[in-house]
């Protein structure tokens, strides 16, 4: 059974474009969370979503943020216009929709803003 | 403000000994914890969790030590091994699932 898988796994880009990163889920899998780690500090939350429903966002740093599941499935995370502290790397996790005491990370997606 | 802290960026420790890792919380209502391990370039891997109704937990190598009063919990791995090095997460949640974590400890087991 494939994991949570994320692309791109790394990007790098200017500061003030645009950038969007994808999850898929584990198959099945309704609960979809995206977080962040920037350098050498913890795992901050920054969205929930219950299939295509946001169910909590309220780790979205600011409006240049948007995240979208739309049908359920897989997610995307736009940051427009990109700044230099949006770098870092971007996790997504996944759960079945009955709590079964951990989250699924994929591998994550290194943002890199110059 | 952090509600898990793991105040230790890093611990070294040699091959067949017994490796502590800590964690602190700060928020009362978490009732669940958990421990993830994260090697370079990938995501973090479920390791070990305990329920706020138990003070300890083991799985193989790895035990997990709650203590409620204080606040506190910790990961003890025994015998520690080489590929035991990586990142240890502590994180926190209760009842919706969001977890809460904690800054990271970096493992080196020594051969």
């Known amino acids: 059974e494939a994991g949570v898988t994320q692309f791109p796994s790394h990007s790098v880009i200017e500061k003030g474009q645009t950038v969007t990163l994808r999850c898929d889920p584990i198959?099945?899998?309704?609960?979809l969370y995206w977080y962040r780690r920037v350098m050498g500090k913890e795992i901050k939350f920054l969205l929930h979503f219950v299939k295509e429903s946001k169910q909590d966002e309220s780790g979205m740093p600011n409006n240049r943020f948007l995240a979208e599941r739309t049908g359920g499935t897989y997610s995307t995370l736009k940051v427009q216009p990109a700044e230099l502290e949006d770098s870092g790397v971007y996790f997504c996790?996944?759960?079945?929709?009955?709590?079964?005491?951990?989250?699924?990370f994929g591998e994550g997606s290194r943002l890199t803003v110059l | 403000d952090q509600q898990v802290k793991q105040n230790s960026p890093s611990l070294s420790v040699q091959e067949g000994r017994i490796s502590i890792l800590n964690c602190d919380y700060t928020?009362?209502?978490?009732?669940?914890f958990l421990w993830y391990k994260k090697y370079p370039a990938e995501g973090p891997t479920f390791l070990i969790s305990?329920?706020?109704?138990?003070d300890k937990n083991e799985d193989g190598r790895f035990t997990v030590f709650l203590n409620k009063s204080a606040k506190h919990l910790s990961l003890h791995i025994v015998p520690s091994q080489p590929g035991d090095s990586a990142v240890y997460f502590c994180?926190?949640?209760?009842?919706?699932?969001?977890?809460?974590f904690g800054t990271g400890t970096r493992l080196t087991i020594i051969p």
């Open positions: 996790a996944s759960s079945p929709l009955q709590w079964t005491g951990e989250l699924f």
């Open positions: 198959s099945g899998h309704d609960n």
């Open positions: 994180a926190a949640n209760f009842g919706n699932e969001k977890l809460t």
């Open positions: 928020n009362s209502m978490f009732d669940y």
């Open positions: 305990i329920s706020s109704i138990k």
